[in-house]
């Protein structure tokens, strides 16, 4: 997880699949859920829904086995999300939803931050922003209860994007938020979550006409990155700078 936040997608796959291969060597099944639930954590933050699918139903599976409540739910939190990228949004959603009844039910509140991150995500894909709006809040009061940072970026660039999305009086508070999100990734030198923000505020930036200001925030982002280009997150910022003029970096 700290190579992918730092810059480094395909060194973080990697290690994460040499991880699995050693816990599959171990024959020891909470070495392995533990592996492959972080495998599917690493391929949902590559924006892999189709590996994050694989990893997260092989762990759900162990899991059922050995009666782990709190690894299934975890699991299913992955395979929701995977599910709701692949279009099957409904079914996503609900595969969230019981994945944190699951977690929740242990007492557990840890990495919950996270898992609600997606299941707002999720939300967000349908329309339903209000309900995305109060689970982000959720997930931002448990970043506070458990001094869990890593997702706080991600958190309020999600808040910026939805209120930006509902649009009128909003609008002012989401570019806020998209700002402190920026801040925070920068302050914490998680370069893939500060380009992830940085697409979504030159996003915003590009529609109010602010070409060159966008493409000075986007640019060196992108032209820093040596590896992953074409995971999802780089992906989409190559696509928003194609669009702002002037000669791509690379």
Same mark, same amino acid.
């Given at each position: 997880?700290?190579?992918?936040?730092?810059?480094?997608?395909?060194?973080?796959?990697?290690? =994460?699949?040499?991880?699995?291969?050693?816990?599959?060597?171990? /024959? !020891?099944?909470?070495?392995?859920?533990?592996?492959?639930?972080?495998?599917?954590?690493?391929? /949902?933050?590559?924006?892999?829904?189709?590996?994050?699918?694989? =990893?997260? #139903?092989?762990? &759900?599976? +162990?899991?059922?086995?050995?009666?782990?409540?709190?690894?299934?739910?975890?699991?299913?939190?992955?395979?929701?999300?995977?599910? =709701?990228?692949?279009?099957?949004?409904?079914?996503?959603?609900?595969? +969230?939803? #019981?994945?944190?009844?699951?977690?929740?039910?242990?007492?557990? +509140?840890?990495? $919950?931050?996270?898992?609600?991150?997606?299941?707002?995500?999720?939300?967000? %894909?349908?329309? &339903?922003?209000?309900?995305?709006?109060?689970?982000?809040?959720?997930?931002?009061?448990?970043?506070?209860?458990?001094?869990?940072?890593?997702?706080?970026?991600?958190?309020?660039?999600? &808040?910026?994007?939805?209120?930006?999305?509902?649009?009128?009086?909003?609008?002012?508070?989401? #570019?806020?938020?998209?700002?402190?999100?920026?801040?925070?990734?920068? !302050? /914490?030198?998680?370069?893939?979550?500060?380009?992830?923000?940085?697409?979504?505020?030159?996003? %915003?930036?590009?529609?109010?006409?602010?070409?060159?200001?966008?493409?000075?925030?986007?640019?060196?982002?992108?032209? =820093?990155?040596?590896?992953?280009?074409?995971?999802?997150?780089?992906?989409?910022?190559?696509? $928003?700078?194609?669009? $702002?003029?002037?000669?791509?970096?690379?």
């Amino acid at each position: 997880m700290p190579l992918w936040l730092l810059g480094f997608p395909d060194q973080a796959a990697q290690a =994460s699949a040499a991880a699995v291969a050693r816990a599959r060597a171990l /024959q !020891h099944p909470l070495s392995l859920v533990f592996a492959l639930n972080n495998d599917a954590l690493v391929h /949902q933050m590559r924006g892999d829904h189709e590996a994050t699918a694989a =990893s997260s #139903e092989a762990a &759900r599976a +162990i899991a059922v086995e050995y009666e782990m409540p709190l690894w299934q739910g975890w699991a299913s939190v992955f395979a929701g999300w995977a599910a =709701s990228v692949g279009g099957a949004v409904d079914e996503g959603i609900a595969t +969230i939803r #019981e994945g944190l009844r699951l977690a929740r039910a242990t007492d557990a +509140i840890t990495f $919950l931050p996270h898992c609600l991150s997606l299941s707002a995500e999720a939300d967000a %894909r349908v329309g &339903r922003l209000d309900s995305a709006l109060a689970t982000i809040e959720e997930a931002l009061a448990l970043c506070e209860r458990n001094d869990e940072r890593y997702v706080e970026p991600e958190l309020h660039r999600q &808040r910026g994007a939805y209120l930006l999305a509902l649009g009128g009086p909003d609008a002012a508070a989401g #570019e806020a938020a998209l700002q402190r999100a920026l801040a925070l990734a920068r !302050h /914490q030198g998680a370069r893939m979550l500060e380009l992830r923000t940085a697409t979504s505020l030159g996003t %915003r930036w590009r529609d109010q006409g602010r070409t060159t200001e966008a493409r000075a925030l986007l640019a060196p982002l992108y032209d =820093s990155l040596t590896e992953g280009l074409d995971t999802d997150d780089p992906r989409r910022a190559a696509e $928003l700078l194609s669009t $702002l003029g002037g000669a791509k970096g690379r």
